[in-house]
């Protein structure tokens, strides 16, 4: 790789961050709790991302990326078909948090993403009982996030029962 790309990646990132500023500015609050609005935590990622973006070009112009192996060609390529699996999760998750409630959908984008990970590891097919673990596990880990969020905090997250339990 270049020090032109790297340069070019450096400021694809400060360009990203400023796009992320620009709807920071756009988001209408009035300052919460400590003064601090819902725009905050937008445009404070936003200015760490410009950050990260100058320090990867100060890198670039000095030398290169210091972590890149000699032979970058070498390494492995992407493993396509855990990133679908990962993406389907995620897209699957946005698609049906509102209809099947916060639980079951973050338990499919967890069983999903687990077997996207073990796709990209060499895994091949997984027996019946792993994928019933992912499920289960992605419940378990779900489940009180979903109640934390509604019972302590009072946010409104989609659930599957009126009862706000489930």
């Not at 972590?67 to 389907?88: F, K, N, Q, R």
Request: net charge neutral; hydrophobic share 50%.
């Amino acid at each position: 790789m270049s020090n032109r790309s790297e340069v070019g990646i450096g400021a694809g990132v400060i360009g990203l961050a400023v796009l992320m500023a620009a709807g920071a500015t756009q988001i209408k609050s009035e300052a919460g709790y400590s003064g601090v609005g819902a725009a905050f935590l937008p445009g404070l990622v936003a200015a760490v991302l410009a950050l990260c973006g100058v320090l990867l070009i100060v890198q670039a112009v000095t030398g290169g990326y210091r972590t890149m192996p000699d032979d970058y060609e070498s390494t492995p390529a992407p493993h396509w078909t855990g990133m679908a699996w990962l993406s389907a999760g995620l897209l699957l998750n946005a698609a049906t948090i509102t209809h099947i409630g916060f639980i079951p959908s973050c338990s499919l984008l967890f069983t999903l993403a687990a077997h996207g990970f073990r796709r990209s590891m060499g895994g091949g097919r997984a027996p019946l009982s792993e994928w019933l673990l992912d499920v289960l596990t992605g419940a378990a880990i779900s489940a009180p996030v979903y109640w934390m969020f509604t019972k302590l905090l009072g946010l409104n997250l989609p659930g599957l029962t009126s009862s706000g339990w489930i």
